[in-house]
């Protein structure tokens, strides 16, 4: 999650906990050597997959 979008998450805080758990997952799959790929909602996921794939 980047921004606040009112849209979703009419309490801040609740997107807080949300960053807050993609924090935690993050540093987990770092820490267990597991490669997260992740891929923002805006982003076309046919075309982000392959050149971050590639970029490994």
């Given at each position: 999650h980047r921004f606040h979008s009112t849209s979703w998450?009419?309490?801040?805080?609740?997107l807080e906990d949300v960053v807050n758990?993609?924090?935690?997952?993050r540093c987990i799959c770092q820490d267990n050597g597991i490669f997260?790929?992740?891929v923002w909602y805006d982003e076309?996921?046919?075309i982000v997959i392959?050149?971050?794939?590639q970029k490994i």
């Open positions: 998450y009419k309490d801040v805080k609740k758990r993609d924090r935690l997952k997260l790929l992740e076309k996921p046919e392959p050149e971050r794939i």
